[in-house]
């Protein structure tokens, strides 16, 4: 699908505006943690041309288009491959994460989220374009908390989903979990055009642990971008920890 990137709108902000105006208590509210799923966040056009861009998922043993500078994260997130060097992106994805990330709409999170200060990662550390093979999957767990470089707080995650015609047999589907991992409180199907944000902490357990079974020229694609602030309550006793993984038991 062609679509002129220097001149299309690539989000809808007055749409954008309405929903975090008429969401955000809900936002706060929602369980397993605060969270949102926006569905059309992009259009379908865009969506489809924008998936036509993501770099060749190949592991890093592979010889295709970008393969060796991605990243593979076996065995917890098997199948996983990922691209954060935003070099390694066609520019169509990056001018999307530039739009992810200016002032504009990070005042538009800080005001769904109720927190001030959000800074953007502009190296993309740990997000970028995300895919996952057949028969893979994401352990269930809780983020680093803490930017690798900066140390700054990581506050919230955004996900959004390049995956048209997903069918829910396929599976790939996003899971929230309580603090306590007694059962899985939300699962997200990862449709084109869905975006999903939620705040971020030591217990907000996502992933999704059941192997895909996705046609096997099928890719579960998403982009991933996280926020950061300048310190948090409590946060200045808070060291620097990686991603806690979690076991579930079905």
Not at 92 to 97: A, I, K, M, N, V
């Amino acid at each position: 699908m062609s679509v002129d990137f220097s001149k299309c709108e690539l989000l809808n902000y007055e749409n954008l505006n309405r929903i975090v105006d008429e969401k955000s208590i809900d936002y706060l509210q929602a369980a397993p943690f605060p969270h949102i799923v926006i569905d059309d966040f992009l259009s379908s056009e865009l969506v489809s041309a924008l998936a036509e861009k993501f770099p060749r998922a190949q592991k890093k043993e592979g010889q295709g288009e970008h393969s060796a500078s991605m990243d593979d994260g076996s065995p917890a997130q098997h199948n996983k491959v990922w691209q954060s060097q935003q070099s390694g992106l066609d520019l169509s994805l990056r001018r999307l994460c530039w739009e992810l990330n200016s002032g504009t709409f990070l005042t538009l999170l800080e005001k769904l989220s109720g927190i001030q200060g959000l800074l953007p990662d502009p190296h993309l550390k740990g997000g970028g374009a995300h895919q996952i093979l057949p028969g893979g999957f994401l352990k269930i767990h809780a983020d680093f908390n803490k930017h690798p470089e900066t140390l700054l707080d990581r506050r919230i995650n955004l996900l959004i989903y390049f995956n048209d015609n997903w069918q829910d047999s396929y599976g790939g589907h996003l899971e929230l979990w309580p603090e306590d991992m007694a059962a899985c409180a939300q699962k997200i199907l990862p449709i084109a055009g869905r975006c999903v944000i939620f705040s971020t902490s030591q217990t907000s357990y996502h992933g999704h642990p059941v192997p895909m079974s996705c046609p096997p020229d099928r890719t579960r694609k998403s982009l991933a971008l996280y926020y950061y602030s300048l310190g948090e309550a409590g946060a200045e006793q808070q060291k620097p920890i990686g991603t806690v993984w979690q076991t579930t038991t079905g």
